[in-house]
């Protein structure tokens, strides 16, 4: 029965490489770690630049220069635009992060940054009437009610239903930004025969305090709130069970259903404010770019920033000046939109990529002593 | 059929996964026609050993001979090559599918041509190793027992004379392990090489010819197995002479607790896991539980916990129904019970949060509102560490890094400074090594000298005789009767595990 397998023994080596799990690194290695992974990230995005016909170190000096310096009439403007950029990505990252510590993936951060703002621009629109800082209160609070109420929805199926919340997020986006468009072209045209809607008053536009918008303070209250909130709180002790086990979360006499909806509201709430943000902010209408992607983006900063509300700032402001930055460097070296983004995609790979040198590493297969 | 005398000569095998070392220069050799118990302590490194001669792993240095050749052995398929056959501790079996598909599977023999062909070899194979099954019963309809013969004899169809059974007889009855052995027997008289990984030391010596030890890696030993007895073998084990007997202390009778009244729950699946269960736990008492596992104990303790729904029957905790509280309900009405789960890192503690923050558990809504109060869980954090000895770098190190020992040490402790009166216990030894069961077993015993209620689910019916003083025999989630586990012996226990009734006169009645 046996007597073939006998003779068949097998003279192949080992495997060349294998995946193995680190042991935990200390912080100083993690973070040595995670320098080489950015030097390797400008050496493999200046080789790129090299392989386009230009001198990688001045396209680098674009980015900067396009994020940092200004004209000379006003010096401060570019690292005003690059703050701009980054106060809706800081607060829709915070947003999300919340959903994330509790393991809730919320992908709808663009639905609920829409939803926030129409709601917001339905009060900037029609009642422009009132005091200016009483319209600016409402406008607040409706666009953080209406992205939490939008969060609040897939929330709800998944502790009622248990539904896949990954798939219901995403798909509310899509809804939230029709819903734009049907206003766009329906009750709220401005000028008929083109999509848009008109400006808002001046009563219902954020004041600004030293060229930004006031957009930043929320920011930087809400980086310290959302810090407080984690890892202060009786709620974020909740949040951090849930999202570990539920069945701990149970076992230790929570509400885990109530949890779960009170914290994915809160999710979607910040990200709804992001909304009100950008229309009051920036904008001052409000379009199908309201978003601008940063519901999305706002979940590769979350994580990078390994849910961590300060880092999430950092990683908001370093992303800031890539997108800034390369902007201006694309039409100085007159480049395509394209190779920019080919560009931030280099350095992102390789800062993701480095979050799974920290975990993992290869394993090459050793040389046999004998034989 | 020629047969070299050594089948496996394992020499010098070390294997590290990063700073630790799970094999230290190992050295094992297996005879054709020989059972070898390896024996040792949870993390001594007997599966990771295991694990390199069925093709999961790589040694990271040291050869391996089977049956006189040198060979490396990549993946299981090698594996199968050479004729190691494993059988692990949870099946690998397709359940929709009968004992015959599973066999046959993944053989490449399942073309229908060949199929009266597989048909006298599967026969022929179990008839020669009085491996008795039905070959066209469904996984489904089996029990474990038939499960584990199932892929006993999927191994030997597939030409394995090596067969490797890690912890075969955990979810086995006494009778069942009685039956496996005779079959482990007659296999090793027809020609086969058996290594079988256990730390129950009256297995080692009821089956085995030879054991070799493993100590932290490393192989201290290997004994003739008619020539060693039980102490030895745990001195080999664990390093220094061991006492091992259980202490039982006499406390006075206190009234009942818990009472447990008709109690009927359903599974997740919608089956009935519990049907018409009463039973009385009074103070400083402790009730063992025995089962086959997946007889209905999960559901009895979180029942008992409110974390499952109560089809009907009550709960009566101090003759107040608890029945339809929720765990929060349980623990604000102020009814001191602990349930310490079966599942440690799952539900019992938060695997990546330190031992203050797995204090705060169940006690952290307790204080100001809003704002989260760490410190009365870092001076109780502190104060375990101290008094149950355990050992972890700080107590700002994640559960998840501690020892099995360790973390049972940090979740009983923090159970016992809720100062319970009932305490619900799972499995608490599981995975533990010897030194650290005893301490458990110690800590259970000073909580029932306290006038504490304990129930204890157990496996190891030898501990249960031991420490209980009275044990509940769960099968299919009937009671089949309480008895002293003074006067219980294991073979008694062993019946009503497989469905017979104690009766009226104490006698078992077989219910067939």
């Given amino acids: 029965m046996t007597g073939s397998s006998l003779t068949h023994t097998k003279k192949s080596g080992e495997p060349l490489v294998r995946i193995a799990r680190r042991n935990e690194l200390s912080t ?22 090299w392989m386009m016909g230009k001198n990688p170190l001045t396209a680098y000096g674009y ?86 109420i939008w969060a609040l929805i897939p929330a709800l199926f998944k502790v009622r239903f248990n539904t896949n919340e990954t798939l219901f997020t995403l798909m509310l986006n899509y809804i939230g930004l029709y819903i734009i468009k049907y206003l766009e072209n329906g009750p709220w045209r401005a000028t008929p025969g083109f999509a848009n809607i008109a400006k808002i008053d001046e009563s219902a536009r954020l004041p600004q305090i030293s060229g930004i918008h006031i957009g930043w303070i929320f920011a930087v209250f809400l980086i310290g709130f959302i810090y407080f909130y984690l890892y202060h709180t009786k709620h974020g002790y909740e949040i951090s069970v849930v999202g570990e086990s539920q069945p701990t979360a149970h076992y230790a006499g929570m509400n885990v259903k109530t949890i779960i909806l009170r914290t994915i509201f809160l999710s979607g709430a910040i990200c709804g404010i992001a909304g009100m943000i950008q229309v009051a902010g920036i904008d001052y209408t409000l379009s199908t770019g309201v978003s601008g992607g940063v519901g999305f983006e706002g979940i590769t900063v979350a994580w990078l920033a390994q849910l961590n509300p300060f880092v999430i700032a950092v990683v908001s402001f370093v992303f800031s000046v890539l997108e800034k930055g390369s902007r201006v460097m694309q039409t100085e070296l007159g480049l395509s939109a394209a190779s920019t983004g080919v560009l931030q995609g280099i350095i992102l790979f390789f800062f993701l990529g480095c979050e799974f040198f920290v975990r993992y590493t290869f394993v090459f297969g050793k040389r046999r002593a004998s034989k | 059929m020629e047969k070299t005398e050594v089948a496996i000569e394992l020499s010098g095998i070390t294997k590290t996964f990063g700073t630790v070392i799970a094999n230290d220069n190992i050295d094992l050799s297996v005879n054709s026609g020989e059972i070898i118990a390896l024996l040792g302590e949870n993390g001594s490194g007997k599966t990771t050993l295991m694990n390199m001669l069925s093709g999961l792993y790589h040694p990271d240095s040291g050869t391996i001979h089977v049956k006189g050749q040198q060979v490396s052995i990549n993946s299981p398929k090698d594996s199968f090559a050479l004729g190691i056959g494993m059988i692990h501790q949870h099946f690998k079996l397709v359940d929709v599918l009968s004992a015959r598909e599973n066999i046959l599977m993944g053989t490449k023999r399942i073309a229908k041509k060949e199929d009266k062909t597989s048909k006298s070899s599967i026969e022929e194979i179990s008839k020669r190793f009085g491996l008795e099954i039905d070959l066209d019963k469904k996984i489904y309809d089996m029990s474990v027992s038939e499960k584990q013969t199932v892929e006993i004899l999927k191994v030997l169809y597939r030409g394995a004379d090596i067969l490797i059974l890690d912890e075969p007889t955990a979810v086995l009855t006494p009778q069942e392990i009685d039956k496996l052995f005779l079959i482990l027997r007659k296999m090793r008289d027809e020609g086969c090489a058996i290594v079988i990984i256990t730390h129950k030391l009256n297995e080692v010596l009821a089956v085995s010819d030879r054991v070799t030890i493993l100590r932290k890696g490393k192989s201290v030993a290997t004994v003739i197995t008619s020539e060693t007895n039980a102490s030895q073998l745990t001195e080999l084990m664990v390093g220094k002479p061991v006492v091992l007997a259980i202490d039982r202390p006499d406390t006075e009778k206190e009234p009942a607790v818990l009472e447990v009244v008709w109690l009927g729950v359903k599974n997740s699946e919608g089956a009935n896991a519990l049907n018409d269960l009463s039973f009385t736990i009074s103070g400083g ?113 994640p559960v998840r890094k501690l020892s099995g020992g360790n973390v049972q040490k940090v979740l009983l402790g923090r159970e016992i ?96």
């Avoid at chain 1, 100083?28 to 630049?49: H, N, P, S, T």
């Avoid at chain 2, 031991?466 to 219980?488: F, Q």
Wanted: glycine content about 12%.
């Fill in chain 1, 28 to 49: 100083g290695k993690v973070w040595l770690l995670r320098l080489a992974a950015f030097l390797l990230a400008i050496a493999a995005g200046g080789l790129f630049m």
């Fill in chain 1, 63 to 148: 980015i900067l220069k396009g994020a940092f310096v200004g004209s000379k009439r006003n010096p401060l403007s570019s690292i005003q635009a690059t703050i701009i950029f980054t106060i809706p990505l800081t607060i829709v990252s915070l947003g999300l992060s919340l959903a994330y510590k509790m393991k809730f993936w919320n992908i709808g951060g663009e639905g609920q940054i829409i939803i926030g703002a129409v709601c917001a621009t339905y009060f900037a629109l029609f009642h422009s009437y009132l005091p200016k800082p009483i319209l600016l209160t409402i406008m607040f609070v409706v666009g953080a009610l209406g992205g939490g």
């Fill in chain 2, 285 to 397: 008492e402790i009730l063992g539980v025995a089962g086959v596992a997946g007889s209905g104990q999960k559901e009895l303790c979180e029942a008992i916990a409110g974390l499952l729904k109560i089809k009907e029957g009550a709960i009566l905790y101090r003759k107040e129904n608890i029945v339809g509280k929720s765990p929060a309900e349980i623990i604000k009405a102020g009814i001191s019970m602990s349930f310490i789960p079966e599942d440690r890192l799952g539900m019992g503690l938060v695997a990546s949060m330190d031992i203050t923050h797995n204090m705060l558990l169940k006690s952290y809504k307790e204080g100001k509102p809003v704002i989260l109060n760490r410190k009365p869980a870092r001076v109780l954090a502190e104060k375990l560490v101290d008094t149950l000895d355990i050992s972890t770098p700080s107590i700002s190190t």
């Fill in chain 2, 417 to 512: 400074q809720s100062n319970p009166q009932l305490l619900i216990t799972a499995y608490p030894v599981r995975g533990l090594d010897i030194n650290s069961s005893y301490t458990i077993y110690d800590l259970l015993n000073e909580q029932k000298k306290r006038g504490v209620a304990i129930l204890f689910i157990g496996e190891d019916l030898d501990v249960l005789l031991e420490l209980c003083d009275r044990i509940l025999v769960l099968c299919h989630g009937e009671n089949m009767g309480i008895v002293d586990a003074g006067k219980a012996t294991k073979e008694m226990l062993g019946l009503m595990m497989t469905g017979q009734k104690l009766g009226r006169d104490g006698e078992i009645n077989d219910r067939q």
